[in-house]
């Protein structure tokens, strides 16, 4: 019978075998074209180079990389075959209930008079905190009573964004201490970034969170006969993806030196763009932070480009929806592509 | 042979289980014995998956009591029955999709450096050397171990599915329909896998609607019909033909394999 064993499973056609390039070599074409694009039309209508410019591109990269922390955690959540929608809302949170910790004596309005002049770990631990036991409240609701991901966060998006407003009934929280406004200042966001970016590039790619995520994004029921604890893996990634919108949240009222009831508005789609552009699919399974850093990138330039074109404020908010509808739309497509082969 | 003297592995007592109005397993009272090898037939929706379902903690029966390994058991999930020693290849194919052969095959078992709850960092190289040791085993041959499932042909997922449960298993294998979507050559490696688990000892439940393969590798065939248990047969005292009867529940005049194709 050992001769009958010789003939094996190769029987698929050779090409199925081929392993393919990664999404994000595609993705960072896309990157490289549209800068092309945006600096072809700066020598023709503005003069000068877009790309060539080191202020232009450091304040692009500055204006992305808060969203771009979000993006980080909401990967994930999209890796599982979820959707985050609360972590805008959870940026607006975290960032009033952060900025109430950090603010010096000296102003005589203080959210809470006895708690000033804090050390700047309090006020960040404190956000860190809500945001963590948010994204786990997502997470339970998602893993436990079946809610699809779309609904819960939605839910706690509404949640939040009500829990801003009432918390100092509107009025903004500003006067932060030295040290808490320094999370925020110069170039510390994307230093913020790139650090957050790197550890989760290493714990998806080499840890056993990591694997786990892919296996229920891609085969949720494949995950848990195969002894994945399924309920407790999401409420983790949930969790993360909480904790990450919290960090958002600090930097951002760190760096405006302010906290606001708004804060954050439409951070999460901005988000969830980022990471679809990168090459997250929606269905699951696929996706990578690098990905979601190109994704960010294309995000920037586009907006910057449009800026230094001079177009108006209202096209970008319209040509930010439509990139939103062309990324789900490339995502569907790579998904039908892949499933005829 | 004389089965009867040896250890009981699994056995189940009035087993049940309803979906609602759906009787799809009633009162099914089954034994297994150390090393024996033993088929599950019958049409159909007559309740053999769902018998799969509740020994392996996927589900939880309606009533009745399930006997492993010499105690009564009731798995709350998968991970428990695996835990005792149990694997399964499910009927519909449980490997992640976007994921490589070895990560599948150590999925919910991940081998790992040092300790760090889940953050703990994968030992990529031993489980991809013991990926590649474990498909050469069990006679399974897919060129890169490294790519995803998601670009293999079905008859190579089969197989992987089939190394990673003859790979585990220690007490218990149990296989629902594992060569139902395979070519001539697949299905007779697949086989191939079988008697290299009854040359290790190891206990095996094979459910299969294919009669041929079924009195080629198996010691003992248990009918079922509409959710019940309605016969059970050593292999050397029976021919296709009785089987054939038991399944419909008619007595005589149907051929062997049409009635199960
Ligand atoms: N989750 C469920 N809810 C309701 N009914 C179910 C469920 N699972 C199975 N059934 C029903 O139980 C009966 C037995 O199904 P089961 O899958 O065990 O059949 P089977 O013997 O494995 O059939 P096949 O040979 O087609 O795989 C069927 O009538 C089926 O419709
Ligand atoms: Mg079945």
Redesign the interface.
């Known amino acids: 019978m050992a001769e009958a064993a010789t003939a094996t499973g190769t029987a698929g056609a050779p090409d199925k075998s081929r392993r393919q390039r990664p999404a994000e070599f595609n993705v960072f074409i896309g990157l490289i074209l549209i800068a092309l694009v945006f600096e072809v039309l700066g020598w023709i209508f503005q003069g000068q180079s877009f790309l060539f410019n080191f202020q232009r591109l450091s304040i692009m990269v500055l204006q992305v990389s808060i969203v771009g922390i979000i993006a980080v955690g909401v990967t994930q959540v999209i890796i599982t075959g979820g959707i985050d929608l609360s972590s805008g809302s959870l940026v607006g949170a975290t960032a009033m209930i952060a900025m109430s910790l950090a603010q010096v004596s000296t102003h005589e309005r203080a959210v809470f008079p006895a708690l000033t002049d804090l050390p700047v770990i309090i006020p960040v631990a404190a956000g860190l905190i809500c945001g963590l036991a948010a994204g786990l409240v997502n997470g339970a609701l998602i893993a436990y009573t079946k809610i699809p991901p779309f609904i819960a966060t939605l839910g706690m998006m509404v949640t939040a964004r009500g829990f801003s407003k009432w918390y100092t009934k509107g009025q903004p929280i500003s006067f932060p201490t030295e040290g808490f406004a320094s999370i925020g200042a110069g170039m510390n966001p994307v230093l913020i970034f790139i650090i957050v970016a790197a550890l989760f590039t290493l714990i998806l790619r080499f840890t056993v969170y990591g694997r786990r995520t892919y296996a229920i994004g891609s085969n949720e029921q494949a995950a848990r006969v195969s002894g994945i604890n399924v309920e407790h893996h999401l409420m983790l990634v949930y969790a993360i993806a909480g904790g990450l919108a919290a960090l958002a949240g600090i930097v951002l009222a760190a760096r405006g030196l302010t906290a606001q009831a708004g804060a954050g508005v439409m951070y999460e789609l901005d988000a969830i763009a980022m990471a679809v552009i990168g090459g997250t699919s929606l269905s699951g399974g696929r996706g990578s932070i690098i990905g979601t850093t190109l994704g960010m990138l294309i995000f920037g330039v586009i907006i910057s480009g449009f800026t230094f074109l001079r177009l108006d404020a209202y096209y970008q908010e319209m040509i930010k929806g439509a990139i939103i509808v062309i990324a789900v739309v490339l995502d569907v497509y790579r998904q039908r592509m892949r499933g005829r082969s | 042979m004389s089965a009867d003297d040896r250890k009981i592995i699994l056995r189940t007592e009035a087993l049940t289980k309803h979906y609602g109005g759906v009787h799809a397993l009633e009162a099914a009272d089954f034994i297994l014995r150390d090393g024996e090898h033993v088929a599950i037939v019958g049409d159909n929706g007559a309740g053999k998956s769902t018998f799969v379902r509740q020994i392996?903690g996927?589900e939880q029966p309606t009533s009745g009591k399930i006997f492993f390994d010499g105690q009564e058991v009731s798995f709350k999930?998968?991970?428990e029955a695996?835990d005792h020693g149990i694997e399964?290849v499910?009927q519909?194919?449980?490997?992640?999709?976007?994921?490589d052969v070895p990560?599948n095959l150590f999925?919910?078992?991940?081998e790992?450096y040092f300790n760090?709850g889940?953050?703990?960092?994968?030992n990529?190289r031993s489980m991809t050397q013991k990926a590649v040791g474990a498909l050469q085993t069990t006679?399974?041959?897919?060129?890169?171990v490294?790519?995803k499932i998601?670009?293999?042909?079905?008859?190579?997922r089969?197989?992987v599915a089939i190394s990673r449960a003859a790979t585990f298993a220690s007490k218990l294998i149990i296989m629902d329909e594992p060569t139902a979507a395979l070519?001539v050559?697949?299905t007779?490696?697949v086989?191939?896998i079988i008697?290299g688990l009854k040359k290790r000892g190891i206990p095996l439940i094979l459910i299969s609607h294919n009669l041929r393969q079924v009195l080629d590798l198996v010691d003992k065939v248990w009918v079922w019909r509409r959710g019940r248990i309605v016969g059970a047969v050593d292999r050397d005292k029976t021919d296709g033909n009785e089987i054939v009867s038991l399944i419909t529940g008619v007595k005589s005049g149907i051929d062997g394999e049409a009635a199960f194709v």
């Open positions: 392996t996927v999930n998968p991970i695996r399964t499910f519909n194919l449980a490997l992640a999709d976007d994921l990560s999925l919910g078992r991940e790992t760090l889940p953050f703990s960092i994968l990529e006679g399974v041959k897919i060129p890169d490294k790519n998601r670009n293999m042909s079905g008859g190579q089969q197989c070519g050559q697949e007779a490696q086989e191939n008697r």
